[in-house]
């Protein structure tokens, strides 16, 4: 008796597909790419050479001609910062039309009032800049150094900045600030976020809005493809434009954390725990509730 006949057994079995092969990219869209690299390369050093002439500049000769015209201390300090914002707004600007970066501001109503205290986590080199150069009324902590440094040294003694030198006084002197309606910025990092990504964040900044009873204002900064990060180099610029995202959240109420009695301290380690990771959820695009 005859075995049934297998119709499969004389088909082909058919290969598997095939993943299309990768096509290098043309030639002239490389060679485009890396002459948009070596503008923007130029473009940044140009940048930042004109940001320390104009630093110059306002020490040399505008910062000297407030000090002999006016005479009031509190109308001379709005005046100097007047002057930073403006100079930073223009620095942003500059790096903007060379090619530099773009960037977009959200939410900046909110900054539109006084005695602001702004927190912000500090991806770059110029978080400071962009925040001043949109911050009416701004003032900051700024590194001891800078006060004797030859670019910075005038403007920062004229507008009165807070110098992180002062110690235990260093606290009350934010506090102070806040009450006389200025908007003060801190990064709670205390400098440029590691190279990993992980924020660290000290005590200082909950410390004043613990002792100051002030709500915080957070500023949520990207930055995508990273440049200008920590360890890095000016020239070492990514392969296409950087984008800023600048993104002002609500308010973050302060009575929360000294609710049932709690301690000055006790409040802000919670603080400072809840905005680091705050922050840290923030910059992953998931901002804490």
């Known amino acids: 008796m005859n075995e049934p006949m297998d119709e499969t057994a004389d088909k082909p079995i058919p290969e598997p597909a095939r993943k299309p092969a990768h096509r290098p990219e ?61 100079s930073f707004r223009g620095f942003i600007e500059l790096m903007r039309l060379l090619g530099v ?5 959200r939410g900046l109503q909110h900054l539109r009032r006084n005695g602001l205290l702004i ?21 900051c902590i700024v590194k001891g150094a800078l006060w004797n440094h030859p670019v910075t040294r005038g403007p920062v003694r004229s507008a009165a900045y807070i110098s992180n030198d002062n110690g235990p006084a260093l606290i009350g002197e934010c506090i102070a600030s806040l009450n006389n309606g200025n908007n003060l910025i801190i990064f709670p990092e205390g400098t440029r976020t590691a190279t990993d990504g992980v924020m660290r964040f000290k005590r200082g900044a909950a410390n004043v809005a613990v002792r100051g009873r002030r709500d915080i204002t957070p500023v949520v900064i990207r930055c995508r ?9 000016w020239w070492q610029v990514p392969p296409r434009k950087a984008s800023f995202t600048i993104t002002v959240q609500a308010d973050i109420v302060i009575d929360d954390f000294l609710q049932n009695g709690v301690s000055d301290i006790h409040a802000a380690r919670h603080l400072t725990d809840y905005l680091q990771n705050y922050f840290m959820k923030a910059t992953l695009g998931h901002a804490a509730t």
Do not use: C
């Not at 970066?101 to 501001?105: F, K």
């Not at 978080?127 to 001043?132: A, I, P, R």
């Open 26 to 86: 043309p030639w002239f869209k490389r060679q485009a790419n890396r002459v948009g690299r070596g503008l923007r390369i130029a473009g940044t050093g140009l940048s930042f050479f004109i940001f320390g002439v104009g630093g110059l500049l306002l020490r040399m000769l505008l910062f000297p001609l407030l000090d002999m015209t006016v005479r009031s201390r509190p109308l001379k300090i709005k005046l100097a910062r007047e002057l930073i914002r403006l």
């Open 101 to 105: 970066l773009r960037y977009d501001i």
């Open 119 to 139: 927190l912000a986590n500090h991806p770059t080199l110029i978080d400071t800049v962009f925040l001043m150069a949109f911050s009416r009324h701004a003032d």
């Open 225 to 233: 493809p990273p440049t200008l990060a920590k360890g890095g180099k």
